[in-house]
């Protein structure tokens, strides 16, 4: 462990609505947040001053609001572009990061607009199969939407 005052860890900290364990590496911690990579966590550390290696229960107050910040406008905080995850928005054409249930609630308006337009990726979400190009003849079979099923005798 490092060598802070044993007396202001947290065990349990707050950031963006997301439950961070104190005994956590903070860069592996911040990934808990659905839509940070472990890249971007140490991207977005990097950029707002705070060693990597830190655990989360000795994060002060002012860092979490730092870090807080740097979620809501990445661009400003020196992440670069690419780092984004929702680059090119067809509507709007910028570039955001979205985190928990907005990505998760653009993903799924995302996949109803391809089942609607009947295109190849929509047809195959819309029948469970898998949607990148791989392989179905042996594998994926838990879904239950491959394979011939025998006659009962």
Known sequence: MENFDTKNFRHLVRIYSTDLPGD?????????????????????????????????????NEMIERIEEALSDPLAAGLPEWMLNRRNDPETGENTMLFESDLLLQRKTDIDKMIRKRSWRGVRHSRGLKVRGQRTKSTGRKSGSLGVSRKKN
Request: charged share 25%; glycine share 10%.
């Open 24 to 60: 956590e590496v903070i860069r592996l911690a911040l990934t808990k947040i659905k839509g940070i990579s472990r890249r971007t966590s140490g991207a977005l550390l990097r950029a707002v001053g705070i060693p990597e290696n830190m655990r989360v229960g000795y994060i002060t």
